[in-house]
């Protein structure tokens, strides 16, 4: 089946740049998404990717996609205190979702 | 437009109660997907319906059901609840069909167990 896995946690410097990394299984997906979510709250789509680009931009997000390595990331430039909080890559296909565990960014003043 | 709403945001039920969930889509969206997160498990796919009809469903126990009404409201129902339901339940809509299926969650509803 399909599977989505994230690395649990990252902490860095408030104006350093923050890189989360994903690997997904399912090859059939035609987007993928990065959603945040702060504590209490429900998830909030960021970005997402069509599986034919390699690259999209979104002011301070960078989303890279390796199809061939099933590689996904996302870089935040100039992260800033309130960009803690959890990020989840996901998977789409026919209403459901895939999820990764989630990556805590947690950024340090 | 407005987002995805669901009711009540909070709900405190005792073990062996039955509870009932309710979602309401962005405007214009049929699908909507039901999800349980927990610490331990995560986000895990609950079902989705489509124009009333269950469409996905994920490897929950049948005690967990929920229906889609003709508009696009749905709703979630946990019968027989026990400790372990205890968890913040997300719903999502998307647009079929629109290109990218996107999902748009609310802000879900926290359910705990006693």
Same mark, same amino acid.
């Given at each position: 089946?399909? @599977? ?5 946690? =990252?902490?860095?410097?408030? !104006? @350093? ?14 987007? *993928? ?8 709250? !429900? ?17 301070? =997000?960078?989303? *890279? =996609? ?5 590689? *996904? ?26 999820? !990764?565990?989630?990556?805590? =960014?947690?950024?340090?003043? | ?5 669901? +009711? ?7 073990? #062996?109660?039955?509870?009932?969930? %309710?979602?309401?889509?962005?405007? #214009?969206?049929? %699908? ?5 997160? +927990?610490?331990?498990?995560? $986000?895990?796919?609950?079902? /989705?319906?489509?124009? /009333? ?11 967990? %059901? ?14 027989? $609840? /026990?400790?372990?339901? %205890? ?10 069909? #629109? ?11 926290? $359910?705990?167990?006693?």
């Amino acid at each position: 089946g399909e @599977d989505v896995e994230q690395s649990l946690f =990252l902490s860095v410097r408030e !104006g @350093d740049s923050s890189v989360i990394n994903c690997t997904y299984t399912d090859s059939s997906s035609t987007y *993928l998404y990065w959603y945040k979510q702060e504590p209490g709250a !429900g998830l909030q789509l960021l970005t997402y990717i069509f599986s034919n680009m390699d690259m999209k931009q979104d002011q301070r =997000l960078t989303v *890279l =996609l390796n199809k061939k390595d099933k590689h *996904l990331s996302l870089r935040i430039a100039d992260t800033q205190t309130g960009d803690s909080a959890i990020y989840f890559c996901a998977e789409t296909n026919a209403g459901k979702s895939t999820f !990764g565990d989630g990556t805590t =960014l947690t950024v340090k003043p | 437009k407005a987002g995805v709403t669901q +009711t009540p945001r909070y709900l405190i039920k005792t073990r #062996g109660q039955q509870v009932t969930l %309710s979602c309401s889509p962005i405007s #214009g969206h049929r %699908s909507v997907s039901w999800y349980q997160q +927990t610490p331990g498990q995560g $986000l895990q796919f609950l079902f /989705e319906y489509f124009s /009333e009809t269950q469409r996905n469903k994920g490897n929950f126990p049948g005690r967990f %059901s929920g229906r889609q009404f003709s508009n696009s409201r749905s709703e979630m129902n946990v019968s027989t $609840l /026990e400790l372990g339901d %205890s968890a913040l339940y997300l719903c999502a809509s998307s647009l079929p069909g #629109g290109g990218t299926d996107t999902q748009y969650f609310g802000p879900g509803t926290r $359910l705990t167990v006693l």
